[in-house]
């Protein structure tokens, strides 16, 4: 096992940790962004460095492609050749087996995929998938898992629960770096408690480095999503990271974090940036609308980046919509938005004010107090009380009465008019 965590802090299920991995040691909770061939579109690694980024992610799948992990690994490994001297974190290419599905085949040896560039057939096993990630050198490997969308229902979601625990054990028979690298097990079942739990046990029992929890954020309503990450979450180890996959959204790793989750990652803040649209504390700020044109305050007076230090909204409207400079200045400070919500959600934890930093979040979001319901039933689980941040309405703990994951008993005791 090569990575150390400590827990330093708590408030509840929400932890502030010290995670140390071979090239870096962070903090969490984290946001990792998407250099899907290695590289952040429109960023250098020198400023991701310069606005806190502590880990970034590069997909199996699209770095076999091109350039070829054995290219990378014969120059010396990723973090040499992108140039970057923190952690990096690879997920498998299970993925693909969503996004890309008219490409894919899926069966017990792997997945065959048709090839993007060339059209030839290109066969991911769990043993490939953990080799091409042993040449790629990151700190952090993914297993092969076998994801199917959460709004599939019926025999399939068993079948690749049950297949992921069996791939599970090919990948750590496969992986030749545990030294070095530190491979996390995916936790699948869909939305279904039992097959959930089943998979997190068969997981625990394998006594990995650290845990992800897969195939959520696909297009499951609200409360589903957070109830698996409740589930989980109570169910994995505490001295172990755990990693909710494919969020990105703030307000989703702000409750995933009360829930006590530790890492995240999601195309999210990059992608809207080059649609030009800005995260800021109260939601986002669409710079290509007309009223921009003419404002000539930063993106976010309070955000210390040097894009909100040195250009205005109506400058960036103009580059929006018209030069690839706006897009990369919007993902430097989006992606700057994302690296200091990690470090508040940290210290807050660290220094016992969380509750009061949750409360602050969700009042700049929802200043009308309209939080949506699903946070409401989340932060009772969270052991937060937000009734000061909603306008009146049906008690939150009603909401342990729904259809999906039984956890009443994770929910500490609370007034309930």
Known sequence: MALRFEVL??????????????HFTCQTPLFMPVGTQGTIKGLTTDQLEEIGCQIILGNTYHLELRPGSQL????????????????LLTDSGG???????????????????????????MLLTPEESIHIQNNIGADIIMAL????????TGPRIEEA???????????????????????????????????RDICVKGLVERNLPGYAIGGLAGGEDKDSFWRVVAQCTAGLPEDKPRYVMGVGYPLDIVVCSALGADMYDCVYPTRTARFGTALVPEGVLKLKQNAMATDERPIDPTCPCMVCRNYTRAYLHCLVTKDAMGSQLLSYHNLSFMMRLSRDLHMSILE???????????????????????VRNA????????????????CPRDAMDAPGTDIPELCPP???S
């Open 9 to 22: 802090g708590r408030f509840n299920r929400a932890r502030a940790a010290r995670l140390t991995l071979p």
């Open 72 to 87: 990378i690994d014969d120059l010396g490994g990723l973090h040499k050749f992108m140039n970057w001297k923190r952690a």
């Open 95 to 121: 993925f693909q087996m969503v996004s890309l599905l008219h490409l894919a085949d899926i069966t017990e040896e792997g997945v065959t995929f048709q090839s993007p560039v060339d059209g030839k057939p």
């Open 145 to 152: 898992d076998d994801v199917v969308k959460t709004t599939i």
């Open 161 to 195: 629960m049950y297949r992921t625990l069996r791939w599970i054990d090919r990948c750590i028979s496969a992986h030749k770096k545990p030294d070095v690298q530190n491979l996390f097990g995916i936790v699948q079942g869909g939305l279904d408690p039992v097959l």
């Open 352 to 374: 016992g004010r969380f509750p009061e930093f949750v409360k602050g979040f969700l009042r700049t979001q929802f200043p009308k107090g309209d939080v949506p319901k699903w």
């Open 379 to 394: 932060m009772v689980v969270a052991g937060i009380d937000i009734s000061e941040c909603c306008t009146p309405a049906k």
């Open 414 to 416: 609370t007034k309930c």
